[in-house]
């Protein structure tokens, strides 16, 4: 199709437009969630202000839900924004970015969200163990974005670095409930393996 | 194991879920135990947890509140439990913005930030920075900078994020740590090395020569990150956007490189710059179709999704580069994510034959009801593109989309169809009656007032003009009768349309508005009177001027002229001219051009366009002293640059051109950072009896930091035909040097001059754009009192829609009836244009345009002023 000239003036009007808006950018990722099998949250973390209340937040997380919770294929596009997800018996994590973000680069980020939280809870991700460790959660996040910039891609990193050992601390310190206590963890922890 | 047994409960009920009746005020109380010693880390972890689980859900914490429990978080500082310190951390993070005083666990996050413990160290220091504010940050200036180059990866990124978030707040702290990042950059940790560039990059981003400089160096010595590289591929590809160079440039090189690197993240992020660059021709675009190609094929759905979104982007512009990977796609349509399926086939309706038009639209009509909003705006986009190229399946087209019409949808997809279906009637006229009829059923059951609005107002418009007009009335006056008051409003206008063109539904028109006038809103009201008087004078002028085409100044200058009015009492009645015009509305040629530009950022445009750029500098300009004289600013041209990219020194130039006077402006960057440059002026010398009168300097002009001067020159008084004049241009100022590090200048600078390039006023300066919905009704209006005529030759000119393009740009005046439009396979054509002299005077040209060894043109001119006709004319010969 031939431009006319004003139309190629529009084109490029709007692409430095949208460059402008867009910029070379760390900022990538504009939201994390995990929600269960009832799309209820259980965990969420908005980066940047695209979301700024909690009802704006859970309507957006009531949408992606409807639209993803019967398909397996793992990506979708929602009020302009590329969702990328992975469900697990009965967890469904999300990673979400501009509708302009390089897909690849989430699906990092999801890859290693669920690999680190693999690796945490010995290969059991499903709510409830995951509801038993949600320290484990919360700092793996904050190992692997910050602030929407990627900080680690890596879920062997990361899981060094939450590094959850209860036995790290001196005994000295510790009372005898609490040895008896992270025993009984670590029995567990056998089990499970 | 436990878990198997547990299976049933969990399905029963929430009772699984530890957190699930949680309360905040019992969990607070808990917290009181972080005061007991010795310290249960146990429990604190616990209670810690609970806190930020309830702030993840949402919970709101009062100041009180949270500043008593983030004081008594603080004393868990002295256990060295490693995962409890580590959720302290978080708690701070959470807490910063809710509780009061966090900067008191300050020296407790440096001490953990320059420990011994390194799994401390990285989480202390996001944790401190988030804390910290610009006066605090050169306190730990010192320990930033040691962080930054740190051997331990995860340290060094987390300063390196850290000082990214901070660049917004504190520019000048975090521009000394460049050093520092430079060093991170060259780390053999691809983490560390894709944040370094980053922050790198933020630092620099004003600064082009520099960005083209740590470009050249980062190519050339290849990294290990592939974030990094996607990186670098977003900065080069921003650079050659904007230095609107060919892409014979080493920048493309290196981003056509990165097609083959290993790592498909990278891959992808080069194929989609090249596609996403203007002007790509199809032999650059090659390349990256073949690797999307591939792709197409993967068993990640992302990848697949990623690469038909972005073939989908080609086909657009190159539905002939996409016509290689059609089988690719054809594969791809029955994919079970039903949007790598809607993208596939709208492609393929771009790049496909007619013949498999037909297929495809059954096939995605199959599932259109599945997929969401965001690809049925998709799919409509993709049919009017397919109308433009294939007109003779508009009906088809049609059918589909009054279906689609039909169905639910929320604002934005309707939209899609809407503008759809109205620039297929402005393509082609035979849709006309059809298109026309399904809106009218549309409104009659439409819930968006902003729909209905614009319908209504195309009604007005095209109705009048169709064999038979009086169908539409009893749409539109239904309106009157049953929706709300914008509707009601825009019914009433539309129906003053029909009565103004047509002499024999007047009557009936005249009937339906005295029904108006009852109506209970006085909007509704006020309308259906003006129109009733002016449509029983039955005059064509009147109706020409008041129906056809409404106003043409601008809103907000019109409210601020009465406001001024108002304020000063005066005997004088309220002179119109005295308002600045409106620039005029992309509307006309929207149609087309959008839909490919909303393709092209897929996501939202602005819904309205606010004050415009002309309001915004009437403003600026008014606040300076020396321009309050000089009346309402009649036209702003857009930026000429004065230099060439990567000079010393950036200067563009806006030409301010008011009713005897124009003024330059000149928005000056230096991008020296070793110097401080005050009293900047640009010097200006006509070449016509142009006056120079007045310089306003921009006082000082620090590195990077853009400022303003301003030349006033007074237009010759004596001679109105002297429209066009050349000015060279030299920007004069006071050099000091300065200590690039701080900024500090020396006391003592020197005089220096800088020459800049020509400046050309042309008579598209002197001529304001304005829409005429109705250019007959116009012409007939400014009657033939001063109109002229003559004849040129265009020789250097090929083609009609080059003639058309060339003239329009010279004028600078504002193609109506989509004249700028020149249908294919015609050798004559006719082009109208209309705008508005300096000094308020209305123009019209009337273009008439013969294809045959060259362009002949037949101009004519009408005005209300004799000198304005012959300027046009003596400028175009």
């Not at chain 2, 950059?185 to 600064?207: E, F, P, T």
């Not at chain 2, 085409?549 to 001024?564: D, R, T």
């Not at chain 2, 273009?847 to 002949?856: I, N, P, S, W, Y």
Request: proline fraction near 4%; charge should be negative.
């Amino acid at each position: 199709r031939h431009w006319t000239l004003l139309e190629r003036r529009e084109i490029i009007k709007f692409q430095l437009f949208h460059n402008a808006l867009q910029g070379p950018s760390l900022y990538t990722v504009k939201a994390v969630l995990i929600l269960d099998n009832d799309g209820d949250r259980l965990y969420a973390k908005y980066y940047g202000d695209g979301y700024p209340s909690v009802k704006e937040q859970k309507a957006l997380e009531k949408n992606i839900f409807n639209k993803t919770h019967r398909t397996d294929s793992e990506i979708a596009l929602l009020e302009g924004l590329t969702v990328v997800y992975k469900s697990n018996i009965d967890l469904f994590f999300y990673v979400i970015g501009s509708s302009h973000e390089n897909e690849l680069m989430l699906m990092a980020v999801l890859n290693c969200l669920f690999d680190s939280l693999s690796q945490m809870l010995r290969k059991n991700v499903e709510r409830r163990a995951l509801l038993e460790n949600m320290e484990g959660l919360f700092l793996a996040v904050d190992e692997i974005v910050d602030g929407g910039v990627i900080l680690e891609s890596d879920p062997q990193q990361v899981v060094h670095r939450v590094a959850l050992r209860g036995d790290d601390v001196p005994l000295t310190e510790q009372t005898v409930t609490q040895v008896l206590q992270s025993a009984k963890e670590q029995i567990k922890w056998s089990l499970l393996r | 194991m436990i878990k198997k047994f547990d299976k049933k409960d969990e399905e029963s009920g929430s009772g699984s879920n530890p957190f699930q009746h949680l309360e905040k005020s019992a969990v607070l109380q808990e917290a009181r135990i972080f005061n007991e010693t010795p310290i249960n880390p146990r429990r604190c972890l616990h209670i810690l947890t609970k806190i930020i689980y309830l702030l993840n859900q949402g919970e709101h914490f009062g100041t009180t509140e949270a500043t008593e429990a983030f004081f008594a978080m603080t004393r868990l500082f002295q256990s060295n439990d490693q995962t409890l310190r580590r959720m302290c951390y978080l708690t701070i993070k959470e807490m910063a913005n809710i509780s009061e005083d966090v900067i008191i666990v300050t020296s407790s996050l440096t001490k953990d930030m320059t420990g011994k413990e390194d799994v401390y160290r990285g989480p202390a220091i996001r944790a401190l920075c988030r804390i910290t504010d610009s006066t605090m940050l050169q306190a730990i200036e010192r320990y930033m900078k040691q962080a930054i180059v740190d051997k331990v990866p995860s340290v060094s990124s987390s300063a390196l994020v850290s000082s990214l978030h901070m660049v917004k707040r504190s520019y000048d702290v975090v521009k000394r740590w460049v050093n520092e990042a430079q060093e991170a950059a060259s780390s053999d940790n691809i983490m560390v090395q894709y944040h370094a560039l980053g922050l790198l990059y933020h630092l620099r981003k004003n600064d082009r020569l520099a960005v083209t400089k740590m470009l050249n160096k980062f190519t050339k010595s290849g990294l290990k990150s592939p974030f990094a590289y996607c990186m670098l591929i977003r900065i080069a590809s921003k650079l050659l956007d904007e230095t609107e160079g060919g892409h014979d440039s080493p920048l493309f090189d290196f981003i056509e490189s990165c097609l083959r690197n290993k790592n498909e993240m990278v891959v992808y992020e080069a194929a989609s710059a090249i596609v996403h660059m203007p002007n790509c021709t199809a032999r650059e675009l090659a390349p990256a179709v073949s690797v999307l190609q591939l792709f197409c094929s993967s068993p990640k759905a992302a990848l697949r999704y990623a690469a038909v979104r972005t073939l989908n982007k080609v086909a657009m512009k190159h539905p002939s580069a996409v016509t290689a990977c059609n089988l690719d796609l054809e594969n791809l349509i029955t994919d079970s994510n039903r949007s790598i399926a809607t993208l596939a086939i709208t492609t393929l309706l771009k790049t496909g034959s007619e013949s498999s038009v037909d297929r495809l639209m059954k096939q995605i009509s199959s599932f259109v009801s599945e997929i969401s909003d965001e690809f049925k705006v998709v799919v409509v986009q993709a049919i009017s593109s397919l109308c433009q190229k294939y007109p003779r399946k508009h009906s088809v087209m049609m059918n589909f989309l009054s279906n689609m019409l039909r169905d639910d949808g929320g604002f934005e997809y309707k939209r899609a169809i809407v503008d759809c279906i109205i620039s297929i009637i402005e393509e082609n006229p035979e849709s006309k009656e059809t298109g026309l009829a399904h809106l009218c059923e549309f409104i009659e059951d439409c819930e968006h007032t902003v729909l209905a609005t614009k319908i209504l107002h195309l009604l007005g418009k095209e109705g009048p003009r169709t064999p038979q007009p009086s169908k539409y009335i009893r749409f539109i006056f239904n309106r009157v009768v049953l929706e709300s008051e914008a509707v009601r409003a825009a019914a009433v206008s539309a129906l003053a349309k029909f009565g103004a063109q047509n002499d024999d539904l007047l009557p009936s028109v005249l009937v339906l508005m005295q029904r108006c006038m009852m109506d209970s809103d006085d909007e509704v009201r006020d309308r259906a009177t003006f129109y009733m008087n002016v449509l029983q004078q039955k005059q064509k002028a009147l109706n020409a001027a008041y129906i056809f085409n409404g106003l043409s100044v601008s809103i907000p200058g019109l409210e601020k002229s009465l406001h001024q009015y108002t304020l000063e009492p005066s005997e004088k009645p309220f002179d119109m001219k005295s308002v600045p015009l409106a620039t005029a509305p992309i509307t006309e040629h929207k149609t087309g051009t959008t839909t490919c530009c909303r393709l092209i950022c897929t996501g939202k445009l602005p819904e309205k366009l606010a004050p415009s750029r002309q309001d915004i500098y009437q403003e600026q300009l008014a606040a300076i002293p020396e321009f309050q004289a000089l009346g309402p600013l009649f036209k702003s041209s857009e930026q000429v640059q004065l230099t060439e990219a990567e000079t010393e020194y950036v200067v563009r130039c806006i030409k301010h051109t008011f009713a005897r006077h124009m003024v330059f402006q000149f928005d000056c960057t230096n991008t020296l950072n070793d110097q401080l440059l005050q009293k900047v002026v640009v010097q200006m010398e006509p070449s016509e009896s142009y006056e120079v009168t007045n310089y306003i300097p921009a006082t000082s002009l620090p590195y990077s930091q853009p400022g303003s001067c301003y030349t006033l020159v007074q237009l010759p008084d004596d001679d109105p035909t002297a429209v066009s004049c050349t000015f060279s241009c030299t920007m004069k100022y006071l050099v000091k040097d300065c200590d690039p590090n701080t900024g500090e200048p020396d006391d003592d600078g020197y005089d220096d001059e800088y020459v800049l390039e020509d400046l050309e006023v042309t008579v598209a300066d002197h001529i304001q754009k304005v829409l005429k919905a109705n250019f007959g009704a116009a012409w007939e209006e400014v009657g033939d009192e001063f109109e002229k005529e003559e004849t040129f030759a265009l020789a250097s000119v090929q083609t009609l829609d080059e003639a058309v393009g060339n003239i329009i740009s010279f004028l600078g005046m504002q193609p109506c009836e989509r004249s700028d439009k020149v249908p294919e396979n015609k050798n004559s054509h006719v082009l109208f244009l209309a705008g508005v002299f300096r000094g308020c005077h209305d123009v019209l040209v009337r273009a008439r345009l013969a294809l045959a060894d060259g362009v002949t043109m037949q101009v004519t001119v009408r005005s209300s002023e004799e000198t304005v006709v012959d300027v046009i004319l003596a400028s175009v010969g």
